[in-house]
């Protein structure tokens, strides 16, 4: 009994190695500039800055979603974040000669390299890809000016897609509740007709 349960197992996973054939396997992105290529996440300062996220893909389809906008208190929780997706031309090329006239390649992972962070200071995370490989920024404070402008200029970038295009919003694309009741107001009803 037990022999056969041992080559009926053999058999079982002979099966499934067999069954994986590594040629049907593709890399998730088999051109290095392809697909999500740049990716900036700017959080709240003392609650009065913008606090969003920007996604751009090399074709140019871009995705932001606004979770404050400047001159009004912020809640970091994610909830009414508006989603914007829209399509445009030419916008990572020009994004990519900027990054690449920067030498982004190298500037240090993290300002500050060293000290304490500064907690009401706004963050910005920057991940962008050049040349198939990765490279990943955060900025708290002391960056230098050329990062800086870098940034100011993703910034001015993003306030003029918000501008340029109609945006389409999403609010809870999935309804909290299928079955929606309607209950009469309590107390007097008043009809509508004069």
Not at 28 to 42: A, R, S, T, W
Not at 60 to 84: C, V, W
């Amino acid at each position: 009994m037990k022999t056969n349960m041992y080559h009926l197992g053999l058999a079982g996973i002979f099966l499934f190695i067999s069954s994986c054939n590594p040629s049907d396997i593709q890399p998730l992105n088999p051109e290095p500039d392809q697909g999500l290529v740049l990716f900036y996440k700017q959080s709240s300062c003392f609650g009065f800055c913008d606090a969003f996220e920007f996604k751009l893909s090399a074709d140019g389809a871009f995705e932001l979603k606004d979770y404050a906008r400047s001159g009004h208190p912020t809640e970091l929780t994610g909830r009414g974040a508006q989603e914007k997706e829209l399509s445009t031309e030419e916008l990572w090329p020009n994004i990519k000669a900027r990054a690449k006239a920067l030498h982004i390649d190298q500037l240090l992972d993290r300002y500050p390299q060293t000290g304490e962070d500064l907690p009401d200071l706004a963050v910005r995370t920057l991940i962008i890809r050049l040349n198939g490989v990765d490279k990943i920024i955060t900025d708290i404070y002391g960056a230098p000016e050329e990062l800086k402008e870098f940034e100011l200029f993703l910034n001015k970038t993003i306030d003029h897609l918000r501008e340029a295009k109609n945006p389409v919003y999403r609010r809870n694309p999935q309804p909290a509740e299928t079955n929606l009741v309607i209950y009469p107001p309590i107390g007097k009803i008043q009809s509508l007709r004069p």
